[in-house]
C-alpha cells in the first residue's frame, strides 16, 4: 500500500503563506478510487479537516478555511500540496496528509505528520 | 460545522469493556453511515480502527466494534489491553463533501 510523508518549513512568519508537500509512493495520485486530504492538529487539540482533493479535479475545504486554503496536486511527482495564507499563531499545528478511499469514506493511510510552528 | 462531541476521557481495567459515544447532528452522524473512528497514541499519526460506521480495516483487532443510534455513534472495546491505551477520535462526514472530527476522548486503561 502507498506511504505518505508530509514535507515543508516547520516555521513560517505570521502573515505569511504556510505551504507543504505530500509525497505519495507505492501508489498514484490518478487513481479514481482514491481522494487526498490534509489534516492538522494543534498542540494538545484535536483533528481538524482541512480539505480534501478528488482525482476528478474537484477540490473541499473546510468552510472555516476555506478562504485562505489551496490544495492543488501533480500528477506526474505523486505529491500534493498545501497552501494556508495569512497564518497566525493560531494556525500553529502539526499537519497531516492521508488518503480517502471512496468505498468507504474513511482516512485509511496517513502520513507521520509535519509540525508547523508560528512564530516571528 | 461544529465538532462532534466525545467524553474528555474514560477508563477501564484490563478485561473490561468500555464504550466512547460521539454525538453529532442530523446533518453529520445522523444522516450517514459514514462514521470512522481512529486510535492515536503520543506523538503518532492516528490510525483507522472503524469505517462506515461498523467495519474493520485489515488488521484490526475484533475486540474494536462500531455501532450508530440516531444521532449518536459508539466505539466499543471489549477484553481491554493496557496497548489500547491512546487517544480515540469520530469522524462524520457533514453536509456535502465536509468531514467533522470529534473532540477526541483519552482512554486510561487501569
Redesign the interface.
Known sequence: QPHLQESGPGLVKPSETLSLTCIVSGGSLRISNFRWAWIRQSPGGGLEWIGTFYYSDNTYYNPSLKSRVTISVDTPKSQFSLKLSSVTAADTAVYFCARQPNIFDAFDIWGQGRLVSVSS | ?S?LTQPASVSGSPGQSITISCTGFRSDVGNYN?V?W?QQHPG?????MI??GN?R?SGVSNRFSGSKSDDTASLTISGLQPEDEADY?C?S?SG?????????TKLTVL
Open positions: 460545522q465538532a459514514f470512522s481512529y503518532k499519526a492516528p490510525q483507522l469505517y462506515g467495519k480495516p477520535y469522524c462526514h456535502g463533501n465536509n468531514w467533522v472530527f470529534g473532540g477526541g
